[in-house]
Nanobody
Framework: VQLQASGGGLVQAGGSLRLSCAAS????????MGWYRQAPGKEREFVAS???????RYADSVQDRFTISRDNARSTLYLQMNGLKVEDTAVYYC?????????WGQGTQVTVSS
């Protein structure tokens, strides 16, 4: 399966962006999908994940600001990001865990200016 992330861009602090991650084929709703990010000079870190459209999990740093969701019919994952901060600047990657394999999207750049 291939994952295509989109929706990144340049936004001022306090603004919002919505990321999308489209899968090249149907993915079971039971598959865990998530978002990760990597800032310059830092390791890739977990942002949020979701399974079967429920039980979302978030990193403490984005809790109450970001919302993860998925459209199972379209096999598309979303990340609504509100109240963006300069420290949210990173390349954002989507990921799907399918049968013990991890599939990554190509990443989309999010830049938050002060």
């Amino acid at each position: 399966v291939q994952l295509q992330a989109s929706g990144g861009g340049l936004v001022q602090a306090g603004g919002s962006l919505r990321l999308s991650c489209a899968a090249s084929r149907t993915i079971s709703s039971s598959v865990v999908m998530g978002w990760y990010r990597q800032a310059p000079g830092k390791e890739r870190e977990f942002v949020a994940s979701i399974r079967s459209g429920r039980d979302p999990r978030y990193a403490d740093s984005v809790q109450d600001r970001f919302t993860i969701s998925r459209d199972n019919a379209r096999s598309t994952l979303y990340l609504q990001m509100n109240g963006l901060k300069v420290e949210d600047t990173a390349v954002y990657y989507c990921k799907a865990n399918i049968e013990s394999e991890s599939y990554w999207g190509q990443g989309t750049q999010v830049t938050v200016s002060s």
